[in-house]
């Protein structure tokens, strides 16, 4: 069984704070993994993908992944109120095209 | 210029009736998806079709039948609707089956 696991949270940050979400999964031979934000009552959309070891920034932004310890996360710098939403990760898994996500983590920005 | 569209956006249903859920994606993509979202927000995948294909069918109970007439449709038919069927079905494109997805609005399903 596949399976990628998330903290539900709710995280809870001050505005301005770096928000930090983790995400492991148990497929070693994962290739591709993904950050998707979903507003409450809308679809998912897609903030970021990362495919190589290390980091990889975008705006305010930076995902990380480490396969050694099958671990990918998602930082925030200087978040915003409008950052509230779930955040769900997603894992291409090895073989064929299927993506497995996380049961996502809830963070909250207070003003 | 709605790129990947689902209709209807609601569906309310009596429990036993047959419905059909529709997807058209505008992006030129070749592979197209069916997601469920239960009341816990976890997101799975039910089917994936590659240029009218069928390439995923996860464990799925064969009262849904995706077709796929064209590489710019997916539509969902679901036969017998049960009271767990109530989710948001979400369709989703990638422009081949290794890249990024992007999701349609969804599609609420109410089973009273």
């Known amino acids: 069984q596949k399976e990628v696991e998330q903290n539900s949270g709710p995280l809870s940050v001050p505005e301005g704070a770096i928000a930090s979400l983790n995400c492991t999964y148990s497929d070693r031979g994962s290739q591709s993994f993904f950050w998707y934000r979903q507003y409450s009552g809308k679809s998912p959309e897609l903030i970021m993908f990362i495919y190589s070891n290390g980091d990889k920034e975008d705006g305010r932004f930076t995902a990380q992944l480490n396969k050694a310890s099958q671990y990918v996360s998602l930082l925030i710098r200087d978040s915003q109120p409008s950052d509230s939403a779930t955040y769900l990760c997603a894992v291409r898994n090895s073989g064929y095209s299927t993506l497995t996500f996380g049961k996502g983590t809830m963070l909250l920005v207070s003003p | ?112």
């Open chain 2, 1 to 112: 210029d709605t790129a990947v569209s689902q209709t209807p956006k609601y569906l309310v249903t009596q429990m036993g009736n047959d419905k059909s859920i529709k997807c058209e994606q505008n992006l030129g993509h070749d592979t197209m998806y069916w997601y469920k979202q239960d009341s816990k927000k976890f997101l799975k995948i039910m089917f994936s079709y590659n240029n009218k294909e069928l390439i995923i069918n996860e464990t799925v109970p064969n009262r849904f039948s995706p077709k796929s007439p064209d590489k710019a449709h997916l539509n969902l038919h679901i036969n017998s609707l049960e009271l767990g069927d109530s989710a948001v079905y979400f369709c989703a494109s990638s422009p081949m089956i290794q890249e990024t997805q992007y999701f349609g609005p969804g599609t609420r399903l109410l089973v009273l």
